[in-house]
Nanobody, 130 residues
Framework: QVQLVESGGGLVQAGGSLRLSCAASGRTFSSYTMGWFRQAPGKEREFVAAIRWSGWSGSSTYYTDSVKGRFTISRDNAKNTAVYLQMNSLKPEDTAVYYC???????????????????WGQGTQVTVSS
């Protein structure tokens, strides 16, 4: 059973930074796609960023337009299935519950689709005050 555990959320002023972490336990993936999604009150869950990795292809990263240049997704080279989301220049509209998601595949078609991920974390709240 794979479990994803997020941490690092909190309250920050606009313009500030937070770093979210997601650690997978239960199995070591030989290749994977891991993503961050967020859901604000009254809105649908939306894609934020994704990283896919395999030993032969390396890693590739993807971002939704609204966070490009501000957020960075990365993997922990020492821990096979740990990823981070560095969030800089945060805005009030970034306020949401952030979820980590994972699937043990390098190619998953649309990495922005929630249905393509098999495992989900419990979510961590990020609140940006103006």
């Amino acid at each position: 059973q794979v479990q994803l555990v997020e941490s690092g959320g909190g309250l920050v002023q606009a313009g500030g930074s937070l770093r979210l972490s997601c650690a997978a336990s239960g199995r070591t993936f030989s290749s994977y796609t891991m993503g961050w999604f967020r859901q604000a009150p009254g809105k649908e869950r939306e894609f934020v960023a994704a990283i896919r990795w395999s030993g032969w292809s390396g890693s590739s990263t993807y971002y939704t337009d609204s966070v490009k240049g501000r957020f960075t997704i990365s993997r922990d080279n020492a821990k096979n299935t740990a990823v981070y989301l560095q969030m800089n220049s945060l805005k009030p509209e970034d306020t949401a519950v952030y979820y980590c998601a994972a699937v043990e595949k390098y190619y998953i078609g649309s990495y922005t689709s929630t249905g393509n991920y098999d495992y989900w974390g419990q979510g961590t709240q990020v609140t940006v005050s103006s």
